[in-house]
């Protein structure tokens, strides 16, 4: 297999950028970080060429780019570790990973991680509908998560990566996990990972 040339774009306190980030650490993938943190900066230019839609991350591999932070999990899986489990091969073992990158996508995003937002970059937002789709989402997963040890297999999946970092910064959005042990539990258990790398911590206060 050719050495990889990556180069990933993004914002070292966006959960989208870290997810692409710590898979890539997880596999053991050397690359470089470039943080696109002012639309001014020469780097911004350099992302809307890659990206039209101007979203972070980005990934670059030699000639190819791939935009989208579950689009970049599927395809680190797929190119450089196809074997491994990350992304099972069978239909369903597929199936079940796929329903939690739309998890991520969907009920994570604007519940969680749109909490964090809020407080995190000043986004605006309905508070109350935003922490009530946090609820919902992460009582779900702490009931599917009482029996088992990840989200979409007996190991460690791409459904895991794309909604760890959101939900374990969920605090930092005032958004607790003290109710949802068997989310802690999980969380622990993707952190104990070799290769794990955490996502910075804001400064912002959080919820216990």
């Keep these: ?3 990889p040339n990556l ?4 914002l070292p306190l966006s959960g989208h950028s870290h997810r692409a980030a710590l898979f890539l650490s997880l596999l053991g993938l050397p690359y470089r970080f470039v943080t696109v943190a002012d639309r001014d900066q020469p780097e911004a230019a350099e992302l809307r060429r890659l ?3 101007g979203q972070i991350p980005v990934l ?6 791939i935009a989208d932070s579950n689009a970049i999990l599927v395809y680190l899986a797929a190119r450089y570790a196809p074997e491994s489990g990350w992304m099972p091969n069978d239909p369903l073992g597929a199936a079940q ?6 998890v991520a996508a969907g009920e994570v995003r604007y519940g969680p991680a749109l909490a964090r937002l809020m407080v995190v970059f000043g986004a605006q937002a309905d508070r ?6 946090a609820a919902r989402i992460l009582t779900f997963m702490n009931d599917h998560l ?5 989200l979409a297999a007996d190991r460690a999946t791409l459904a895991d990566i794309a909604c760890y970092s959101y939900v374990a910064h969920a605090p930092e959005g005032g958004v607790s996990l003290a109710p949802y042990p068997a989310v802690r539990a999980w969380l622990a258990r993707v952190e104990a990972l070799p290769g794990f790398v955490p996502m910075p911590a804001s400064p912002i206060p959080q919820s216990e």
């Design 1 to 3: 297999m050719t050495e």
């Design 51 to 53: 990206n039209p839609l």
């Design 146 to 150: 009482a029996g088992r040890p990840y």
């Design 60 to 65: 670059v591999d030699g000639p190819v780019v």
């Design 128 to 133: 109350a509908a935003v922490h009530a789709t």
């Design 97 to 102: 990973v796929q329903r939690w990158l739309s």
């Design 7 to 10: 180069t990933l774009y993004g």
